[in-house]
C-alpha cells in the first residue's frame, strides 16, 4: 500500500540533543499529522497540521506543514529519555471523504541518558 | 477508561482458521476505522465505518478480510482462511464524527496476530 517516506529510520542520540525526522510524499495532503508509538500501544497524536506552511509547536515539538502540501518535518528539542519511542508521520489525502490516514515508515528514536 | 478497545490483546492461530477481532470504539465516535501494521512498518488502512455502514473499504487485501458494525458502535474485523501472511498488530480508531475537515483518531492499543 501507498506509505510516505519518512527519514531517518532509526536515530540513537544523547539526553539533550535536538532531534530532526522529515516526511515526504509523491501526493498532496490537506492534513499532516504526526504521531508516537510506544510499545504494545497504539499511536497517539503528537501534533496536527492542517494549512501548507504552517509551522505548530508543542512544548519541545516543532513541526511544520511543507508548502508543496508533499512533506512535513518534526523538531524535538531537549531530548529526554521518555521520547524514546517510534515517531510517524500521517497525511490525510486532499479527494475523498473517509479520512483514512496514510503513514510513514516510522523512525525510531533511542535516548542515551 | 474512555479510550477505544480492542480484543483479544493477542491472538495465536493456525494457518486456515476463522478469526474475529473485536474493537469498542469511543462512546459517541461515529467514525470507526480499522488499519494493519506489520513489523517494522507504519499502520496501513484497511476500512472505515461512519455508522454502520461501510463507507470506504477501499484497503481490504482481499475478500477473505470482512468487517461489520452492525450497530454502529463496537466493529468486528473477520479473517476466514488465514494465512501466514496476516500476521500483524491490527488497530482500531474511532473519531467523533463525519469528516469534512481532520478530527483527530483516537487509536486502541491493538490486536497482535500471529498465524503459525
Known amino acids: 500500500g501507498q506509505q510516505l517516506n519518512q527519514s531517518p529510520q532509526s536515530m540513537f542520540i544523547q539526553e539533550g540533543e535536538d532531534v530532526s525526522m522529515n516526511c515526504t510524499s509523491s501526493s498532496i495532503f490537506n492534513t499532516w499529522l504526526w504521531y508516537k508509538q510506544d510499545p504494545g500501544e497504539g499511536p497517539v497524536l503528537l501534533i496536527a497540521?492542517?494549512?501548507?506552511?504552517e509551522l505548530t509547536s508543542n512544548g519541545r515539538l516543532t513541526a511544520q506543514f511543507g508548502i508543496t502540501r508533499k512533506d512535513s518535518f518534526l523538531n524535538i528539542s531537549a531530548s529526554i529519555p521518555s521520547d524514546v519511542g517510534i515517531y510517524f508521520c500521517?497525511?490525510?489525502?486532499?479527494?475523498?471523504?473517509?479520512?483514512?490516514?496514510?503513514f510513514g515508515q516510522g523512525t525510531t528514536l533511542q535516548v542515551k541518558p | 477508561g474512555a479510550g477505544v478497545s480492542q480484543t483479544p490483546s493477542n491472538k495465536v492461530t493456525e494457518k486456515g482458521k476463522y478469526v474475529e477481532l473485536r474493537c469498542d470504539p469511543i462512546?459517541?465516535?461515529?467514525?470507526l476505522y480499522w488499519y494493519r501494521q506489520s513489523l517494522g512498518q507504519g499502520p496501513e488502512f484497511l476500512i472505515y465505518?461512519?455508522?454502520?455502514?461501510?463507507?470506504?473499504d477501499s484497503g481490504l487485501p482481499n475478500d477473505r478480510f470482512f468487517a461489520v458494525r452492525p450497530e454502529g458502535s463496537v466493529s468486528t474485523l473477520k479473517i476466514q482462511r488465514t494465512e501466514r501472511g496476516d500476521s500483524a498488530v491490527y488497530l482500531c480508531?474511532?473519531?467523533?464524527?463525519?469528516?469534512?475537515?481532520?478530527?483527530?483518531?483516537?487509536f486502541g492499543p491493538g490486536t497482535r496476530l500471529t498465524v503459525l
Open positions: 465505518f461512519q455508522g454502520t455502514g461501510a463507507a470506504d
Open positions: 500521517a497525511g490525510q489525502l486532499i479527494t475523498g471523504n473517509t479520512g483514512k490516514l496514510i
Open positions: 462512546s459517541g465516535h461515529t467514525a
Open positions: 497540521l492542517y494549512k501548507a506552511g
Open positions: 480508531a474511532s473519531s467523533p464524527k463525519r469528516l469534512s475537515s481532520y478530527n483527530e483518531q483516537f
